[in-house]
């Protein structure tokens, strides 16, 4: 009796160590995914904060642009009114002169026809539909009479040279 106890007790520490050896394969694997899983986290949280970099420089950089183009943007829009103004200007001379043209052609003092070449008519624009208030040209009191001297004595050149 003594010995089948023996032997049972024996049969049941059997048993234990193997489910000890057993207890520990699965407590190395379960280690070795852990360490495994710790490394894959720890280069997640790097490249998300490389990721969380890279957007917040992307943002800033974004933020520095909108802020260079703001102003370009009304540069842009403040040029092209403007150059509408000068266009409208220039078509207003040429008609101007051309009128006048045609008074000295009436009182004689210059022959021939006007072949003086027009401006293109304004181009239809959302911007042009309104009409654009013209912004007076400051003149250079000093420089009228020399542009005036200037003109007498080339005054048939004058009219050659302008295009338009």
Same mark, same amino acid.
């Given at each position: 009796?003594? +010995?089948?106890?023996?032997?049972?007790?024996?049969?049941?520490?059997?048993? &234990?160590?193997? %489910?000890? %050896?057993?207890?520990?394969?699965?407590? /190395?694997?379960?280690?070795?995914?852990?360490?495994?899983?710790?490394?894959?986290?720890?280069?997640?949280?790097?490249? +998300?904060?490389?990721?969380?970099? &890279?957007?917040?420089?992307?943002?800033?950089?974004?933020?520095? &642009? %909108?802020?260079?183009?703001? $102003?370009?943007?009304?540069?842009? /829009?403040? &040029?092209?009114?403007?150059?509408?103004?000068?266009?409208?200007?220039?078509? %207003?001379?040429?008609?101007? +002169?051309?009128?006048?043209?045609?008074?000295?052609?009436?009182?004689?003092?210059?022959?021939?026809?006007?072949?003086?070449?027009?401006? $293109?008519?304004?181009?239809?624009?959302?911007? /042009?539909?309104?009409?654009?208030?013209?912004? $007076?040209?400051?003149? *250079?009191?000093?420089?009228?009479?020399?542009?005036?001297?200037? /003109?007498? *004595?080339?005054?048939?050149?004058?009219?050659?040279?302008?295009?338009?």
């Amino acid at each position: 009796m003594l +010995r089948e106890q023996m032997n049972t007790y024996g049969d049941k520490f059997k048993e &234990l160590q193997e %489910t000890l %050896t057993k207890s520990n394969e699965v407590f /190395a694997s379960f280690k070795k995914d852990s360490e495994r899983m710790q490394k894959r986290i720890k280069a997640s949280e790097k490249e +998300r904060l490389v990721a969380e970099k &890279l957007a917040h420089k992307s943002v800033k950089e974004l933020a520095d &642009l %909108t802020e260079k183009h703001e $102003p370009l943007k009304k540069d842009s /829009a403040n &040029l092209k009114k403007q150059k509408e103004r000068m266009e409208a200007m220039c078509r %207003t001379l040429t008609k101007e +002169r051309a009128d006048l043209k045609d008074k000295l052609r009436a009182l004689g003092a210059l022959p021939g026809p006007d072949l003086t070449p027009s401006l $293109p008519p304004p181009k239809p624009d959302a911007e /042009a539909a309104a009409p654009a208030a013209v912004e $007076p040209v400051q003149v *250079d009191d000093d420089a009228v009479p020399a542009a005036e001297a200037a /003109a007498a *004595d080339t005054e048939g050149s004058a009219a050659a040279s302008c295009p338009a």
